[in-house]
Structure formats: structure tokens, C-alpha cells
């Protein structure tokens, strides 16, 4: 019993160093990772990590709803707001981000499977996995900068994202969404993750550097995209079923 037990842990070990080394030198740990592919750490990590990040952001998200109601409501009105709106919206962010990042796992690596048929799906997941942590790093960042500057100064969602990034070339992010969004997910992180995804897909997946690369910065820019146009979408849907 305590032989596979140790063995376990070894494996555990392991996985969790080229989590890890992917930060930093991801050729050698996609080679690693390369003699067997996993994707069960990285997932948890990832899932793990989104959830500090989840529970963190509920704090900041209750201050900027105070902040608003304070000043379209007078701040006498604050708390009786805040308790009954304020943690209902959070739990419908939480779930529809819980949703979403799965989601996005899943386009990310099937529009790379459509493109490389030959590559298996299992492969594909795998590289994108470990290059997320690149991700879940950010947000994790940008959280602990939005507390370090303090939570008090929180007063809408422009002041939700601290990473710098080209949103600061955008003067007026309220009414260029779009333009904030692209330009926002524009940053250090990301190219950081797009090389990173693309050394995967080239290590794990025997693409090409240049077309692992193709493909890399082709799926980050059109879920981007996506992101950014959601608001639109989400408002013609709710038009389209009479709910406007």
C-alpha cells in the first residue's frame, strides 16, 4: 500500500514541477510532459487558482457596487442596495465565468484540432492546459494589484483590470468597449501565453513552429474578439426573445 502510495506522490511531484518549469523554460517541460501527456494538474491548478482569484474579486466587486450606489443613490442607501443586488450579481458573474473558462478550453483546442486533424484532440488540450496557468497567473496578478492599490478606489469595471496592457491608449473605456477589450487583452501575459501555447503545440503536437505560432495567436484574438463583442450579442439575444 504505502509503495504506490509514494509513487503517487512522486508522479503528483512531478507533474506540479512541470506546472511550474512551464513558466519559465516551457520547451523543456512540454518534452517532459511530452513522454506522457497529462491534463488532470494543470486543470486543477488552473480550476484552483480561478477560485482564489473568484473569492477575491467578491470583496472588490461588493466595494464597487457601494462605490456606484453611493454616488447615483446618495450613500445612506448604500448598504440596503448593496446586501439585497450586489452578491446576486456576483453569484451570476462566478457561475457564468465557471461556464466560460471551460468553454473556452474547449473552442481554443477544437478550432486546433479542425486546423490539424491529424493532432489528437487529448494532445492539444494538454498543451493549451499548461500554457493557461500563463493565465490564471494573470488574473491572479491583477487581483492582488487591484488590493494593493486599494479597494476603496474601485468605482466601475474600468478600474477592474490593473495589468498594464494597450486599455490605457483608450480614452474612454465606458464608451469604446470594444477597442478597450482588444486592446486590454493586448499585455505581457498574453504574449507570454501565446508563446507558450505555441511551444506546446509544437513540442506535443509535432506542428511546425510557425503554424503552432499561427495558431496561437489565431485562437487568443478571435476569442478576444468574442469577448469584446459579447455585450452586442447579449443584447440582440435579449431583443430577438422580447426580453427588451
Given at each position: 500500500?504505502?509503495?504506490?502510495?509514494?509513487?503517487?506522490?512522486?508522479?503528483?511531484?512531478?507533474?506540479?514541477?512541470?506546472?511550474?518549469?512551464?513558466l519559465a523554460t516551457p520547451s523543456d517541460a512540454y518534452s517532459k510532459i511530452r513522454i506522457s501527456s497529462r491534463w488532470a494538474v494543470p486543470l486543477s491548478l488552473n480550476s484552483?487558482?480561478?477560485?482564489?482569484?473568484?473569492?477575491?474579486?467578491?470583496?472588490?466587486?461588493?466595494?464597487?457596487?457601494?462605490?456606484?450606489?453611493?454616488?447615483?443613490?446618495?450613500?445612506?442607501?448604500?448598504?440596503?442596495?448593496?446586501?439585497?443586488?450586489?452578491?446576486?450579481?456576483?453569484?451570476?458573474?462566478?457561475?457564468?465565468?465557471?461556464?466560460?473558462?471551460?468553454?473556452?478550453?474547449?473552442?481554443?483546442?477544437?478550432?486546433?484540432?479542425?486546423?490539424?486533424?491529424?493532432?489528437?484532440?487529448?494532445?492539444?488540450?494538454?498543451?493549451?492546459?499548461?500554457?493557461?496557468?500563463?493565465?490564471?497567473?494573470?488574473?491572479?496578478?491583477?487581483?492582488l494589484l487591484i488590493y494593493a492599490r486599494g479597494i476603496e478606489k474601485v468605482s466601475g469595471p474600468s478600474d477592474l483590470d490593473l495589468v498594464p496592457g494597450l486599455q490605457f491608449?483608450?480614452?474612454?473605456?465606458?464608451?469604446?468597449?470594444?477597442?478597450?477589450?482588444?486592446?486590454?487583452?493586448?499585455?505581457?501575459?498574453?504574449?507570454?501565453?501565446?508563446?507558450?501555447?505555441?511551444?506546446?503545440?509544437?513540442?506535443?503536437?509535432?506542428?511546425?513552429?510557425?503554424?503552432?505560432?499561427?495558431?496561437?495567436?489565431?485562437?487568443?484574438?478571435?476569442?478576444?474578439?468574442?469577448?469584446?463583442?459579447?455585450?452586442?450579442?447579449?443584447?440582440?439575444?435579449?431583443?430577438?426573445?422580447?426580453?427588451?
Amino acid at each position: 500500500m504505502i509503495y504506490p502510495l509514494g509513487r503517487y506522490f512522486r508522479m503528483l511531484k512531478d507533474e506540479l514541477d512541470n506546472c511550474v518549469s512551464v513558466l519559465a523554460t516551457p520547451s523543456d517541460a512540454y518534452s517532459k510532459i511530452r513522454i506522457s501527456s497529462r491534463w488532470a494538474v494543470p486543470l486543477s491548478l488552473n480550476s484552483l487558482m480561478y477560485l482564489i482569484v473568484s473569492l477575491l474579486m467578491m470583496g472588490i466587486f461588493r466595494q464597487m457596487m457601494s462605490n456606484i450606489y453611493a454616488a447615483r443613490f446618495g450613500a445612506d442607501s448604500v448598504n440596503t442596495l448593496v446586501s439585497g443586488i450586489s452578491m446576486a450579481s456576483f453569484a451570476l458573474i462566478l457561475v457564468f465565468q465557471a461556464v466560460a473558462i471551460p468553454v473556452r478550453w474547449i473552442v481554443v483546442s477544437s478550432v486546433v484540432r479542425i486546423a490539424s486533424r491529424e493532432v489528437p484532440f487529448r494532445s492539444i488540450l494538454s498543451s493549451l492546459l499548461y500554457a493557461e496557468i500563463v493565465l490564471s497567473l494573470m488574473s491572479l496578478t491583477n487581483v492582488l494589484l487591484i488590493y494593493a492599490r486599494g479597494i476603496e478606489k474601485v468605482s466601475g469595471p474600468s478600474d477592474l483590470d490593473l495589468v498594464p496592457g494597450l486599455q490605457f491608449i483608450v480614452s474612454d473605456a465606458a464608451n469604446e468597449r470594444i477597442r478597450y477589450v482588444l486592446a486590454q487583452n493586448v499585455n505581457l501575459f498574453s504574449v507570454w501565453y501565446v508563446v507558450t501555447f505555441a511551444i506546446g503545440l509544437t513540442r506535443l503536437c509535432d506542428i511546425p513552429r510557425s503554424r503552432s505560432l499561427a495558431l496561437s495567436c489565431l485562437t487568443w484574438t478571435g476569442w478576444s474578439f468574442l469577448v469584446a463583442l459579447w455585450p452586442q450579442i447579449q443584447s440582440g439575444l435579449s431583443s430577438a426573445i422580447g426580453l427588451q
